[in-house]
Each structure stands twice: as C-alpha cells, then as structure tokens.
T-cell receptor
Framework: AQTVTQSQPEMSVQEAETVTLSCTYD???????LFWYKQPPSRQMILVIR??????QNATENRFSVNFQKAAKSFSLKISDSQLGDTAMYFC???????????FGPGTSLSVIP | ETGVTQSPTHLIKTRGQQVTLRCSSQ?????VSWYQQALGQGPQFIFQ???????GRGNFPPRFSGLQFPNYSSELNVNALELDDSALYLC????????????FGPGTRLTVT
C-alpha cells in the first residue's frame, strides 16, 4: 500500500531564512508522481511543486525546490528566502501514474516569524 | 476563468441523515476528485470521476457515493451520516485524469451532531 509520512508536525523559520520540510513515502510502483501542497489558514489548497519519479532532475519553482531521493523514497521541500505568506500547512502527496488514488501525508505546520 | 467552487460553505446535519455536497469544476476540466479532511489531518482520497465515470476510489464505505454531470460538475452524497463524517470536504478538478494538475476548491465544512 502507498503511504506518505511527514515526521515534522510543526516547524518555524525566521523571515528570509531557508527551511526544509521532510517527506518519506512507500510505494511498490516504479513510476509515480510526488507533490507538495500548501494550505494557508484560509484553507484553499494550492499546488506548490510536483515531481515525476522517472525524472532524476529535482523540480524547482522560484523559491521552492525539492530534493528527490528515489532509492531512499525521500522527497523534501526547501523554501528559500522565507516570506510571511509562506505560513501554512504543507502536505506531501503521492499518486500512481495509473491515476487511481492520491495519498496525502499528515502535514507540517510551518510558521514564518518576522 | 472561474476557479473551482463548492457549495454550501458550511452545514450541520444530524447523525443518520443524508447530505449532498456540490462542486463546480474549473472551465475545461473533465476530472474531479473528492477528499475528506478531518481536523488536523491530511486529506483522505474518497474517489475520482473522469468524464462521468468513477476512475478510482479510496477506503470509504459505499454510503459515500458520487456523480459527475455532462458539464463536469459533481456531487458527493453521504448517507446514514456518522459523527466521524464531520470534516472539511474538498473537491479538486483537473484537465485530465489524475492529480498532476489539480486545482482545489475552498471546501465544505460538514458538522454531524
């Protein structure tokens, strides 16, 4: 069965600093997608970044980047130059490329401190 | 371009009742997924519809059912409500099967008393 684990329930970071959120997953699939989602206090979920498992190159989106370690089944999110608007719950998720199920982790609550 | 919308925003139901939640997909999207998010937890995948057919289902009992209409809007129906059904229900639409490019709605907060 697919599982997604986020071992850091809460984290905080000073504004303008860098923070890394951890995610590990378990799947028997050879190809799949991995995602990081952000859910601000207003609750609308937003896609932050995604990674196709067959791609070795780590995905980047502006201040957000991932460290994808396929053998270790690890998918961490790095946020550079943290901003107050980055304060939110962050969820790691995985999906088989057969598209039949999406599994979310329990989330990490990130607070950016001025 | 209109985003994903959900109605109602909040509702309160009594145990044993039935409820219908609605979702309007983003324009051009033919896939909709429903998730249940209990307080303080990550979303749990309920099911996904692609072009009016169920495309995948999570570990939810049959009293959770859905529909997708020709205009790709969708309903989530829950029968015989239980206290544990209290949660935020999220709808997400995609331009193709799967979650690769899904956009979430604001959710419906359901409270079962």
């Amino acid at each position: 069965a697919q599982t997604v684990t986020q071992s850091q329930p809460e984290m905080s970071v000073q504004e303008a600093e860098t923070v890394t959120l951890s995610c590990t997953y378990d799947t028997s699939e050879s190809n799949y997608y991995l995602f990081w989602y952000k859910q601000p206090p207003s609750r609308q979920m937003i896609l932050v970044i995604r990674q196709e498992a067959y791609k070795q190159q780590n995905a980047t989106e502006n201040r957000f980047s991932v460290n994808f370690q396929k053998a270790a089944k690890s998918f961490s999110l790095k946020i550079s130059d943290s901003q107050l608007g980055d304060t939110a719950m962050y969820f790691c998720a995985s999906e088989k490329t057969s598209y039949d199920k999406v599994i979310f982790g329990p989330g990490t609550s990130l607070s950016v401190i001025p | 371009e209109t985003g994903v919308t959900q109605s109602p925003t909040h509702l309160i139901k009594t145990r044993g009742q039935q409820v219908t939640l609605r979702c309007s997909s983003q324009s051009g999207h033919n896939t909709v997924s429903w998730y249940q998010q209990a307080l303080g937890q990550g979303p749990q995948f309920i099911f996904q519809y692609y072009r009016e057919e169920e495309n995948g289902r999570g570990n939810f009992p049959p009293r959770f059912s859905g529909l997708q209409f020709p205009n790709y809007s969708s309903e989530l129906n829950v029968n015989a409500l239980e206290l544990d059904d209290s949660a935020l229900y999220l709808c997400a639409s995609s331009p193709a099967r799967g979650a690769y490019e899904q956009y979430f709605g604001p959710g419906t907060r359901l409270t079962v008393t």
